[in-house]
């Protein structure tokens, strides 16, 4: 019985074991296909977002987008672009007062055709002819060039060179889009200056480069060589050319001419001389003797030349060049010693007596004198002299002690201000001798002052001492040797003194 009891037990239990088996196995399917109905439905999910993301970037590049240039990648140029690839001018015509052409090539280095385009000129000096400085070029296709053509003035006061000329461009793409460039080139001016103003083209020219005299400072009377070289700055050789010195190539130089021909006279030769041939930019050297008239008064002279040549077809030209000249008035003054000094001694203070003299036919304003000499010792050597009439003298007398043996220069020197107001020196030069050896010791001698006192009459007790007095001066000045038969005696006190009257130092 018992057995049969666990006999059902076992086998209900081996059946309710199997029941539950298939129950849990039925589970685990169910369970697996849900998961694997998630995971499809995420990976299904996944691609339909992949899929929205592709459908919005692809609209873009399609003909109803928005034109969006900073958004839109584009090939390299994709737009007109203008380059001035070159410029040409005839270089003879550019001169002060003519007319030339200027020829300048564009280049549409873009993409896209440019339309519309405005050429744009502009410089100093130059002035734009026929059509104020614009030029219209309609269109220009990719890799397409054109020549734009503009006429200049050049202008009759131009100074220099080169001048910039500017050239500025406005065009528009096919969508109406503006564009702007700008150019700058150079224009050589092969003639410019006020010897160029009248000049037509295709002429010889010649100038003074430059000129200089052999003398210098020039003064009333004074002889000199003026040099100059000449130049041809036309475009032809300038033939059979000839100068004249104090011509006139035309009426309003008639004052001009007769005032420098009066104050400048040639000198070993006329004043015209032959020159010859010149070339394109040669340059020449000419020289001719003049002396300044003696009459003539300071101040600046204009001289004028006259070049009279032709050019190649015979053509005659005649020009006039006109130099400057200055004339000076320098003072005449001498500069010497009013006594003839004895030869100095080392350590011994002795005087210079100096005079300056006006040997001139004017009156002078002379400034500060100055003494100079060298291995000395000077005192009252610089002091004003002032106004020296003709013949006047000023003098001064410059202490001196020696330091050393020898003959020395004594350097006079003495400012002035000239006609053009420029301070000027003029310096002179004297000499002294310096002895090595002092002079001895005078002694007295009482025999021989006895022998020269009982020689004299007996004239009373004053004159007496007045003649012992000169004896013994007389006595003084033979020993330190001096003439002694000659009482006299000059004050070396003198700092300066100006003397009137001309016949005083004669």
Not at 308 to 330: A, C, K, R, W
């Amino acid at each position: 019985m018992k057995k049969n009891l666990i006999l059902i037990l076992l086998t209900s239990m081996l059946i309710f074991s199997g029941f539950t088996s298939s129950a849990s196995f039925k589970n685990e399917l169910n369970g697996k296909a849900v998961l694997q109905e998630e995971t499809t439905t995420t990976e299904t999910t996944e691609v339909t977002e992949t899929t929205v993301v592709a459908d919005t970037a692809t609209p873009i590049p399609t003909s109803t987008s928005t034109p969006n240039p900073t958004a839109t990648t584009k090939p390299a140029y994709s737009r007109p672009l203008l380059n001035l690839t070159s410029y040409s001018y005839d270089s003879s015509e550019v001169y002060a007062g003519n007319v030339f052409n200027m020829d300048s090539v564009f280049q549409n280095l873009g993409q896209q055709r440019a339309y519309n385009i405005v050429v744009t000129y502009s410089a100093s000096s130059l002035t734009a002819e026929d059509n104020g400085g614009v030029d219209v070029i309609s269109s220009l296709g990719a890799s397409e060039s054109a020549t734009s053509s503009q006429d200049f003035y050049v202008s009759s006061s131009i100074s220099s060179s080169p001048v910039t000329v500017n050239i500025d461009i406005e065009y528009k793409d096919v969508d109406g889009q503006s564009y702007t460039q700008s150019f700058a080139v150079s224009v050589v001016v092969s003639g410019y200056g006020t010897y160029y103003t009248s000049t037509p083209e295709g002429r010889p020219q010649m100038i003074v480069a430059n000129y200089e005299t052999d003398v210098d400072p020039l003064e009333p009377g004074t002889s000199f060589i003026l040099t100059m070289n000449l130049q041809n700055r036309g475009y032809l050789t300038a033939q059979n050319v000839s100068m004249v010195f104090g011509g006139s190539g035309d009426s309003s130089s008639t004052t001009t001419s007769t005032s420098s021909s009066e104050n400048f006279l040639p000198l070993g030769s006329s004043n015209v001389q032959v020159i010859g041939d010149v070339s394109v930019q040669q340059y020449i050297q000419v020289q001719q003797a003049l002396v300044v008239n003696s009459e003539t008064t300071p101040g600046v002279y204009p001289l004028t030349l006259s070049f009279t040549y032709t050019d190649e077809d015979g053509n005659e030209f005649t020009d006039s060049q006109i130099i400057t000249l200055l004339v000076y008035l320098v003072p005449s003054i001498e500069v010497s010693f009013y006594e003839i000094p004895d030869t100095f001694s080392i350590g011994e203070e002795a005087t210079l007596p100096i005079q300056v003299v006006n040997i001139g036919s004017d009156s002078v304003l002379l400034g500060n004198i100055y003494i100079n000499v060298e291995n000395a010792t000077l005192s009252n050597n610089l002091t004003f002299v002032g106004t020296l009439e003709s013949g006047g003298s000023f003098t001064i007398d410059t202490d001196i002690t020696p330091q050393q043996a020898g003959t020395y220069p004594v350097t006079v020197t003495i400012n002035y201000q000239d006609n053009f107001k420029k301070a000027q020196t003029i310096t002179q030069t004297l000499s002294i001798t310096v002895s090595d050896t002092q002079r001895a010791a005078a002694t007295i001698d009482p025999a021989l002052v006895a022998t020269e006192m009982a020689k004299m009459p007996n004239t009373g007790n004053q004159q007496t001492n007045n003649s012992f007095g000169s004896i013994l001066l007389r006595f003084f000045r033979g020993m330190i040797g001096f003439d002694s038969s000659a009482s006299t005696s000059q004050s070396r006190n003198n700092q300066g003194m100006m003397n009137t009257n001309p016949t005083a130092t004669e």
